[in-house]
Structure formats: structure tokens, C-alpha cells
């Protein structure tokens, strides 16, 4: 980060967002809930955060990675190349909505939505995206905010010990 002093926080990210410590504790509570409630398993929403930080070419949230999620090489140049052929139907379904949320949101169809209620039920699709936002959210913020990669594999991602990569 070049242009915001930092603050003591376990990671660079945290130390911009600790300039509005009521957000950062509100924002690590919601953003925590994606990993833990099981609507939408691990392995998707880590596809497709790292999908997200692809389009934006975010590499402060590229090397970060799901520790309990184990994405061999072929399965991560897919995602920089936004190939998802390899990825089974309900996976090639949230990475075709998430493929649409950094810059054309507004062209998610009602039977993308009808293919994610399908894959991961209204609760799991609702809240696939909802994490899909905060993913683009986390990107901009990050590439906006120059923060330096910190590479980590982490138990749950974006969180280290309770706090927010």
C-alpha cells in the first residue's frame, strides 16, 4: 500500500480497513459467514473468488488459498484463463454468474439464477451471490487500496485466526 499509512493489523488489508474499525468488524462477521453456513460448498466459493481475482487481476487476492480446498495446477489455469470445461455442471453454474459480476452484473438472466436455485437451493443461491459481490468488492478494494500480496493457504479464507485477508 502506498498512499494510506498503515495501522497494526494482522495483514496489509486489514490494516487499510482498520481506518473504519466498526466496518472492518462488521465486515469480517458477514464476509465469515460464506465459509461457515455450508449453503455453497468451499471448493465453489474458492473457485470462484479466485475467478473474481483473475478478471480483476487482483494478485493480492490470487495467493491467497482455501487450505481445505485442494486446486491442482490445471484446475488454477482454468481459472486465470476463465475456461471452466473442466469444472462439473454446478460449478460450470456459479462460475458462469461469477464470470458476469465484475463488469456485466446487470446480464445475470433469470435462468442463470434458476441454474444456481438448482445447483445449491434459493438459500444457497442467494447466498453464492451475495459472497460472489463481496469477492468483486474485496478485489476493488484491494487494487484501489494498492495492497501488497500476502500468499497464505488459510482454514478460512479470507480469514487468518479471525481476521480478514
Given at each position: ?30 464476509y465469515r459467514t460464506f465459509w461457515s453456513d455450508g449453503l ?62 465484475p463488469y456485466a452484473h446487470h446480464q445475470v438472466t433469470d ?10 437451493g434459493a438459500s444457497g443461491a442467494v447466498a453464492l451471490l ?36
Open positions: 500500500m502506498t498512499w494510506l499509512r498503515e495501522r497494526d493489523a494482522p495483514t496489509r488489508f486489514e490494516a487499510v480497513l482498520e481506518h473504519r474499525p466498526e466496518l472492518l468488524t462488521r465486515f469480517r462477521a458477514f455453497v460448498p468451499r471448493r465453489v466459493l474458492e473457485l470462484c473468488r479466485l475467478r473474481i481475482a483473475a478478471i480483476h487481476d487482483c494478485e493480492s487476492e490470487w495467493v491467497v488459498r482455501d487450505a481445505a480446498v485442494a486446486l491442482d495446477a490445471d484446475a488454477l489455469d482454468a481459472l486465470r484463463a476463465g475456461r471452466s470445461g473442466t469444472f462439473t455442471t454446478s460449478e460450470q453454474a456459479a462460475l458462469a454468474v461469477t464470470e458476469q459480476i435462468e442463470d439464477v434458476d441454474r444456481l436455485r438448482d445447483a445449491y451475495t459472497a460472489l459481490a463481496f469477492f468483486d468488492v474485496v478485489c476493488r478494494l484491494k487494487v484501489v487500496l494498492e495492497v501488497a500480496p500476502e500468499p497464505a493457504s488459510l482454514e478460512s479464507p479470507p480469514l487468518r485466526a479471525g481476521s480478514l485477508i
